[in-house]
């Protein structure tokens, strides 16, 4: 059983724009799937849900130091993003992926400051219709 981990060693690369930089930190996705309120005016307490029909693949979110030797990823391109997780336990061989298709729609430029690196930020919006957005497990083989 794993204790979790820490975000060292997640790496991520994108189909197209490989070399993107020294990632500071990501915000992962939130996949979300909405109610539909089937709710009707015999209800007395509660209101009544069902799980809605189509999910929302989300969107990561990752800061990038700031490198005038690396270009500017591409936007509207769909390409496919792959994370990859450091192993959390023993014995395990192959690394935990999260993997799927979508388009970088934001670059935010880096602010400047005295004593502050200077960071860029990406939205890569999973577009759920290529390779869906799919997290595979660690094992042992």
């Known amino acids: 059983m794993s204790l979790g981990g820490v975000g060292q060693g997640v790496t991520l690369s994108l189909s197209i724009d490989a070399i993107i930089g020294r990632i500071r930190q990501v915000q992962m996705p939130a996949w979300a799937l909405d109610p539909v309120d089937f709710s009707s005016l015999s209800e007395v307490d509660w209101m009544v849900f ?32 792959t994370f990859v997780f450091p192993i959390q336990v023993a014995g395990n061989v192959v690394q935990a992926t999260l993997v799927g298709s979508g388009f970088i729609n934001e670059i935010a430029w880096p602010n400047a400051a005295i004593a502050d690196p200077m960071m860029r930020s990406i939205a890569f919006k999973y577009d759920g219709n290529g390779t869906k957005p799919a997290f595979s497990l660690e094992t042992t083989s």
């Open 50 to 81: 069902l799980p809605g029909g189509l999910a929302d693949p989300g969107l990561f979110n990752a800061d990038i130091y700031f490198d005038t030797t690396i270009a500017i990823p591409t936007l509207k391109i769909i390409q496919l993003a």
